[in-house]
């Protein structure tokens, strides 16, 4: 298992992300925008670099939800390779089954 400190980390970031989305995404547009003068793209340049680092998404780490693990992880199920493992071996994932041949 992870250490706490990490997965409460994360937690902490994601909240950060989540507060920050609507004010980041307004700024994107103006910085995209193809009719907003010069200087409105510099202030939303500056404004977008003023804000917390860890507000942006790219920052995030995906985790095991059982374990933390940030390592082996499967998007698709949202679990690490080890605990994607035993739950697929007690049946509890519909569709998925071990490979043999």
């Not at 010069?38 to 003023?50: I, N």
Request: with cysteine.
């Amino acid at each position: 298992m992870a250490k706490l400190c990490m997965v409460n980390r994360e937690i902490k970031r994601l909240k950060t992300v989540k507060r920050y989305a609507a004010k980041r995404a307004r700024l994107k547009e103006v910085l995209a925008s193809q009719s907003a003068s010069d200087a409105e793209r510099y202030q939303a340049r500056r404004a977008l670099q003023s804000l917390p680092r860890n507000a942006s998404p790219c920052r995030l780490q995906r985790r095991c939800q059982l374990t933390g693990r940030p390592h082996g992880f499967y998007r698709k199920f949202g679990l690490g390779r080890n605990k994607l493992r035993e739950v697929a071996m007690q049946g509890l994932v519909p569709g998925l089954v071990k490979g043999s041949w």
